[in-house]
C-alpha cells in the first residue's frame, strides 16, 4: 500500500521560512518522480516544484529562487524548503509521486499539508 505523509506545514509571518517533508512508503523511491503541489483556496491545484532522481529540478515560476526542492532516496523522503515567504504562497501542500517508467504506476499523493503566511 502506497502512503505519502506530509509534515512541516503551519503559520508563518512574511518572509518567513518553511521546510515540508514528505515521506513516502509502499513504492521504490528512486524509480518515482516527486513533486509538490499546492492549492489555494478557490483556485485549482497547481505545480510547485518536481524532483526525478536524476534531472535538475523544476520550479513554478513563482518559487524561482525561494524554494528548493530535495529528495534523500535512503531515507524514502522529498522535502521543500520555502524561502521568503508571502501571503500568495497560502495554501494546501500535497507531495505527489508518479512513476513513468514501464510500469506506469500512480499518482500517489499525500493528504496535504497546510501553509498560511500572515502577519
Known amino acids: 500500500q502506497v502512503q505519502l505523509v506530509e509534515s512541516g506545514g503551519g503559520l508563518v509571518q512574511p518572509g518567513g521560512s518553511l521546510r515540508l517533508s514528505c515521506a513516502a512508503s509502499?513504492?521504490?523511491?528512486?524509480?518515482?518522480?516527486m513533486a509538490w503541489f499546492r492549492q489555494a483556496p478557490g483556485k485549482q491545484r497547481e505545480l510547485v516544484a518536481m524532483?526525478?532522481?536524476?534531472?535538475?529540478?523544476n520550479y513554478a515560476d513563482s518559487v524561482k529562487g525561494r524554494f528548493t526542492i530535495s529528495r534523500d532516496n535512503a531515507k524514502n523522503t522529498v522535502y521543500l524548503q520555502m524561502n521568503s515567504l508571502n501571503p500568495e504562497d497560502t495554501g494546501v501542500y500535497y507531495c505527489?509521486?508518479?512513476?513513468?517508467?514501464?510500469?506506469?504506476?500512480?499518482?500517489?499523493w499525500g493528504q496535504g499539508t497546510q501553509v498560511t503566511v500572515s502577519s
Open positions: 505527489q509521486a508518479v512513476r513513468w517508467t514501464i510500469p506506469v504506476r500512480g499518482p500517489y
Open positions: 509502499g513504492i521504490i523511491f528512486s524509480d518515482y518522480v
Open positions: 524532483s526525478t532522481d536524476r534531472r535538475t529540478p
